[in-house]
């Protein structure tokens, strides 16, 4: 695959994450991506309160601050609600992916085409997730920790903890001030139809998260 057919946006969401095949630490964003998919789907589980709790331990567990004991209650939790409620097993399936103890990516491709049939017509949902937590393969980035300012890491901490990402903009001007003109973190940060999530590569390299 070349750079121009990655940003093709009519490229299915398989195509996409095969690229990232040997990537090893990326344990983390596989998950935080099943917990983004969770949140964009609109299953009527959705709607409980409890739902919230269980994708904040999963995103917890994706960033090592959820026990194993918090896993496992979660895991008996959709579990049961899976065997009640036969119709929010594609939620259920992705929930329980985020919080498998081997988050590979094997374990992961496996889902990306079930994950593709839910999003339907939104498919371009799920690959905009993914072009936003995993970035361009095709051009790393080498992040000037002179760009990591206290301002800056302020506004990437504060977004990512309530995950509310409308000063990705506000973000760009302060990585700007610190003298970064790298055309891909300010355009990501900049881009008015972008999508973020926990995970958005950006914001994890602002933090010092891979």
């Known amino acids: 695959m070349t750079e121009e ?8 969401p398989q195509i996409l994450y095969e690229q990232l095949r040997g990537r090893r630490r990326l344990t983390r964003k596989r998950r935080l991506l099943m917990c ?27 960033d090592g601050f959820s026990s194993d004991s918090e896993r496992y209650t979660l895991k008996n939790a959709i579990r049961s609600v899976r065997r009640l409620r036969p119709g929010d097993g594609p939620f259920l399936f992705l929930l329980g992916l985020a919080i498998v103890k081997e988050a590979s990516h094997r374990n992961l491709s496996i ?11 939104n ?11 995993f970035g361009n393969p ?3 980035v080498a992040f000037d920790p002179r760009w990591r300012t206290s301002t800056a890491v ?3 901490r504060t977004m990512y903890d309530a995950r509310d990402f409308n000063a990705m903009p506000i ?12 055309a891909a973190i300010l355009g990501h ?19 010092g998260k891979s």
């Open 5 to 12: 057919e990655w940003e093709d946006r009519s490229l299915s």
């Open 36 to 62: 983004a998919c969770c949140r964009s789907l609109h299953a009527p589980i959705r709607s409980k309160i409890k739902v919230k709790k269980w994708l904040d331990t999963a995103e917890k567990f994706a």
């Open 111 to 121: 889902a990306i085409p079930f994950t593709s049939r839910i999003f339907g017509d």
């Open 123 to 133: 498919s371009v949902l799920f690959t905009n997730l993914l072009r936003d937590i």
């Open 138 to 140: 095709f051009r790393p």
């Open 154 to 156: 302020g506004l990437a």
């Open 171 to 182: 973000l760009a001007d302060a990585l700007q001030d610190a003298g970064c003109e790298d």
């Open 189 to 207: 940060c900049r881009d008015a139809n972008g999508i973020h999530v926990r995970g958005c590569w950006v914001v994890d390299l602002v933090l």
